[in-house]
């Protein structure tokens, strides 16, 4: 079992930065395949960035050069560093984990963090 908690959401302005992260618990973090979606109302869950064990990353297109995924394998954490915040970017902000990379870039990890808001105001 992993339990994921993730934290640092809040309200940002337009143009804003931000970072959320995950503190990891439970099955050896640092072999995990970690991942960060996010969801706005009435849309569907969408895959934000992944991070393997061993560093390799992965971003929806749409966010490239805006947001950063990295890992701290000492501390269980997986960070999401967002920058140039847009009101689109409003949403609930979830940490996920798996073993396997491609399970989480489809969107179907097995563990799940409750999510974080993210408020962006124009």
């Known amino acids: 079992q992993v339990r994921l908690v993730e934290s640092g959401g809040g309200l940002v302005q337009a143009g804003g930065s931000l970072r959320v992260s995950c503190t990891a618990s439970?099955?050896?973090?640092?072999?995990?395949?970690m991942g960060w979606f996010r969801q706005s109302p009435g849309n569907k869950r969408e895959l934000v960035a992944a991070i393997s064990a061993g560093g390799d990353t992965y971003y929806a297109d749409s966010l490239k050069g805006r947001f950063t995924i990295s890992r701290d394998n000492a501390k269980n954490t997986v960070h999401l560093q967002m920058n140039s915040l847009t009101p689109d970017d409003t949403a609930v902000y979830f940490c996920?984990?798996?073993?396997?990379?491609?399970?989480?870039?489809?969107?179907?990890?097995?563990?799940w963090g409750q999510g974080t808001q993210v408020t962006v105001s124009s």
């Open positions: 439970g099955r050896t973090f640092s072999s995990n395949v």
């Open positions: 996920a984990a798996d073993s396997d990379f491609r399970t989480v870039v489809t969107g179907e990890p097995n563990y």
